[in-house]
């Protein structure tokens, strides 16, 4: 909540008996500034009124009072239309960018609450699928938005490193594996040995009997079995870090489902002694009926744990080590129900902090592919999206009188993996996490439209205006001359990042920050499209080199949050 919003907010607050900060979640930018600056609809007040929306904006309106900021209430329909006075507000809002700097929109208001971002995850053993990558975008962005926000934030990656596929792929790897081709490809080689395993295993019936083997000796701790097992999962995650590191993410812990094997005797036996756990036609189980779930499988009748075993000793260990004040499982939609049965399960066994535990789900990705085809894995998807930015790049130098030129090709390639990473991580995360993503080359890589090279461009045009000024940019302006339309909606724009950080931390949401970004960058543009900032007289030039300052901090510490790298040149 920023001085304006607060101020209107207390209003609104006064005059409905509304809780301020209820009051200010309704507080919208009209889409035409000629309505105002702010809005309040009053559609919500009707039924506690008990008059027509319409007639309680009148009603409001009637009593207002200019003040410091806040200049006119104008009632238009069933909406509150205000205006700020635009001195006072573009010189608080431009001196607080200039004086903060890269701190701007942080706060301090998490400090010593720890939260915990579970996201990635992918299986060892298996190259990087495309299916893990929406987790990892947003998984990176949300632990980007909380730290922002002063959360000492602990980013996990739940490996998928136990169960009954290990033994798959080790029998798979004695049958027709190569120790050469192992060092030389490690997840292609372990990948086509698994595949290979599930194609010969149709003829073969009892290759399915010797991975059930292989697997009961990797849980008693047969050397061979952990030998195999400890060397994929080490050449697997050494593969993955090199993934990480080429998109800009990075874990404080690899600790996977393994790392809780020997949690669990444990844990099933204080599950028996509680109660909570009653055996079911050989299995053990813990009922969920009363509670519309189905019931919580915890062990089979052979024994052996399962996924939601695993991740129950995980969350008392996570809990137990850092008292954490949420964790969030950023996982996929098709996992909802294992959430509902963790959760559940947890208050069964008294945890109330499993109120502090979150599920954010996500959609699929739609229509990504590649000139191969349908893509399976992941670093097809980063090396067709780099090609690409870099052909888009070139093309788009000529047009533009050759500018590319001037880069070194080493530059150019760097800008290159930018923009092609950051076209992929704006498509997904400027869609609400919940639905699917579409997904289009063509459309992605454009420096038109919603787009995330549209955004880095935007970065890179405050960049040139700075160097062209190559003056000191100073908060000491004249805001008066600021008074243009264009002009206030970037300051109002600029003055929300605080307010925006705060709201897609709480919804758990980066599209907040995505189409906020996207927001300001079509605003800059419409901007200078509209009016110059150079060479005009000193006064004027001054003001507007600053608001130009004010827009570029917080286009990139949006690209930050959003795990987009940000560029000076492109």
């Known amino acids: ?65 200019p003040g410091k900021l806040l200049s006119e209430c ?24 200039f004086s903060e700097g890269e701190d701007y929109g942080r706060s301090a208001e998490g400090k ?13 053993a298996k190259p990087f699928h495309v299916g893990h990558l929406r987790s990892t975008i947003i998984g990176h962005s949300l632990g980007e938005i909380f730290e922002r926000l002063g959360y000492p934030v602990v980013r996990l990656n739940h490996l998928g490193d136990w169960g009954k596929q290990f033994g798959e792929v080790i029998t798979g790897f004695k049958h027709w ?50 030998r195999l097992w400890g060397r994929f999962r080490e050449i697997s995650i050494g593969e993955f870090k090199r993934l990480y590191r080429f998109l800009g993410v990075s874990f404080d812990s690899y600790d996977g489902e393994s790392f809780y094997q020997d949690r669990l005797a444990e844990l099933v036996e204080r599950l028996r002694e509680s109660g909570l756990l009653v055996e079911s036609q050989g299995a053990w189980i813990i009922p969920l009926e009363a509670y519309e779930l189905p019931p919580a499988l915890i062990l089979k009748k052979d024994e052996a744990t399962l996924y939601l075993t695993r991740d129950i000793a995980a969350a008392e260990y996570r809990f137990q080590r850092w008292n954490f004040e949420k ?38 990705i739609l229509g990504m592919s590649t000139r191969r085809g349908e893509v399976v894995f992941l670093q097809d998807v980063i090396d067709e999206a780099v090609a690409r930015a870099e052909r888009v790049i070139e093309e788009r130098g000529e047009d533009k009188e050759a500018r590319i030129g001037k880069i070194p090709e080493g530059e150019r390639k760097t800008i290159a993996r930018a923009v092609g990473l950051g076209a992929i991580i704006f498509n997904d995360l400027r ?41 000191t940019v100073t908060e000491e302006a004249d ?27 709480e919804e758990h949401e980066p599209s907040v920050i995505a189409n906020y970004m996207l927001d300001l960058a079509m605003a800059l543009n419409v901007f200078l499209a509209r009016h110059r900032v150079l060479g005009e007289e000193p006064r004027m030039t001054r003001a507007r080199v600053l608001l130009i300052h004010g827009v570029k901090v917080v286009l990139a510490a949006c690209l930050r949050m959003l795990g987009m790298e940000v560029l000076e040149r492109m």
């Open 74 to 97: 104008i009632p238009e329909s069933a909406y509150l239309n205000f205006r700020i006075r635009r001195e006072a507000w573009a010189e608080i809002i431009l001196r607080k960018v």
């Open 327 to 364: 964790l969030i499982y950023v996982v996929g939609a098709p996992q909802k129900l294992h959430f509902q049965q963790l959760f559940k399960v947890l208050e069964l066994m008294g945890y109330d902090w499993n109120r502090r535990m979150v599920h954010v789900d996500f959609g699929h």
């Open 431 to 471: 869609t609400r996490r919940s639905k699917d993503v579409e997904f289009d080359w063509d459309r992605i890589l454009g420096f038109e439209g919603a787009t995330g090279p549209y955004c880095q461009n935007a970065h890179v045009r405050c960049c040139g205006i700075m160097r062209k000024f190559g003056g």
């Open 112 to 124: 010593g609450k720890t939260v915990l971002v579970e996201f990635s995850s992918p299986n060892i």
């Open 177 to 226: 594996g190569s120790p050469d081709e192992l060092e030389a490809q490690p997840l292609k080689h372990l990948f086509e040995v698994y595949s290979r395993f599930h194609a010969e295993s149709e003829a073969q019936p009892s290759l399915h009997e010797e991975a059930r083997s292989w697997f009961k000796k990797l849980e008693e701790g047969d050397s061979e079995a952990r």
């Open 1 to 65: 909540m920023n001085e304006v919003t607060r101020a209107i907010a207390e209003f609104i607050a006064g005059e409905t008996g509304q809780p301020v900060e209820e009051a200010e979640k309704g507080i919208e930018i009209p889409r035409d500034p000629q309505w105002g600056d702010y809005a309040f609809p009053c559609f919500t007040l009707a039924k506690v009124k008990r008059k027509a929306p319409h007639l309680i904006a009148q009603e409001i309106a009637r009593k207002f009072q």
């Open 479 to 505: 805001f008066s001359v600021l008074s243009s339309d264009e002009e206030f909606d970037l300051i109002k724009r600029v003055g929300e990042l605080p307010g925006v950080t705060r709201r897609a931390a």
